[in-house]
């Protein structure tokens, strides 16, 4: 079988940031960005625990989609399967240049949330009680201190 394209990516040389995955293109002809949001160093820090990223998964797709200046081009956020980052998929062709600003105003808000995670009640969330508000808020302060305040080349493209 063909290896997939986020399994070529030198996840030994990879760092945090934000970062194009994929572009497709449906059969409508529109143009569909995932993006890569990558909270810690692959094999190399140690990654979100679940309830963390969880929590992330909550506030930021809340967040995203009550943007009214960008809830109409978001697609999907949601945690990683290794848990060191989030995809992120939006329409229009796009460039982590393109929604820094929307990224780490993202992360602000998750680490200065206050008050009930939306969707975290039984009815809502199939695994309501797995969060960790409390981890997720610093590890969006770490991502945000750390990385979006003041990025490099290196927090916006894949190692070549």
């Known amino acids: 079988m063909k290896k997939i394209a986020s399994f070529t990516i030198d996840h030994n040389r990879l760092k945090r940031g934000i970062f194009v995955s994929r572009r497709d293109t449906t059969p409508s002809g529109d143009t569909i960005t995932t993006f890569d949001i990558r909270m810690t160093e692959p094999n190399r820090q140690t990654p979100l625990n679940g309830a963390t990223i969880h929590t992330i998964e909550h506030l930021a797709a809340t967040y995203l989609r009550n943007r009214e200046d960008w809830a109409?081009?978001?697609?999907?956020?949601?945690?990683?399967?290794?848990?060191?980052?989030?995809?992120?998929?939006?329409?229009?062709?796009?460039?982590?240049?393109?929604?820094?600003?929307?990224?780490?105003?993202?992360?602000?808000?998750?680490?200065?949330?206050?008050?009930?995670?939306?969707?975290?009640?039984?009815?809502?969330?199939?695994?309501?009680?797995?969060?960790?508000?409390?981890?997720?808020?610093?590890?969006?302060?770490?991502?945000?201190?750390?990385?979006?305040?003041?990025?490099?080349?290196?927090?916006?493209?894949?190692?070549?």
Do not use: H
């Open 72 to 160: 109409d081009k978001i697609v999907y956020w949601g945690p990683m399967g290794c848990l060191t980052g989030n995809y992120l998929i939006m329409q229009d062709d796009l460039s982590p240049a393109d929604i820094l600003d929307l990224v780490r105003d993202t992360f602000i808000y998750i680490r200065d949330f206050e008050g009930d995670i939306p969707g975290a009640t039984p009815r809502d969330c199939g695994n309501y009680s797995f969060m960790d508000a409390a981890g997720a808020k610093a590890a969006a302060k770490t991502f945000v201190d750390e990385v979006l305040a003041n990025p490099a080349e290196e927090n916006l493209n894949y190692p070549a």
